[in-house]
């Protein structure tokens, strides 16, 4: 099994490109849907976060993380933000990797990792064997986010700024989907990815590296029984 990283800027069109994998048999494990399952009430992340920011950043109604909320303050406070990147993030690599490894039993022949900072210093990045950005051009990203949240221009601005630049990214990313265009546009990208992945003998390196491991440590094992006295 190999691994591929998905990800993208804001209002990039990283969500619809994850969707048009999954209507293509991919199975994608979503960095955001593990965030929100880490900070479920009760469960550690969740009692951080709370003895941290204070009640203030739940729902009333329900005592759930109000991401909205959290939101906007560790939108103004680099150092709230590093703190609530420290609480969670750990956290969301680690149940990453029993996902992978749940699908990796199964026998999956790759997997697509749909992470929103992938590079921005993740360290699955080290664990991938191809890396996907979606992308698009900066007005049409400005824009998409202005229609999307009824934000200002100026504010629409600022959160695309808060972020590592798309230009940056694009000289990390071994593929670019350029999602400026329709639909259809982007699906053909999509499609070819997908056969690229299906028709990989990528995985077999990481079989070969099992077996290597599996060869290693049986060969020691041996040694080491055949180098111990007969008497122990």
Known sequence: MFLVGLTGGIATGKSTVSQMLRDLGCVIIDADVLAREIVEPGKPAYKDIVAYFGREVLNDDDGCLNRHKLGQIIFKD???????NSITHSRIQRLMMRYIFYYFIKGYKYLVLDIPLLFEGSRILNLLEDTVLVSCTDEIQLQRLIDRDGSTREDAQSRIDSQMPLSDKREIAKHIIDNSGNLDETRIQVEFLHNRWINSLAY????FIICLWVFSAGLSAFLIYKLLPSTF
């Not at 077999?204 to 079989?207: A, D, N, V, Y």
């Open 78 to 84: 680099d150092e709230k933000r590093k703190y609530l």
């Open 204 to 207: 077999l390196k990481f079989w």
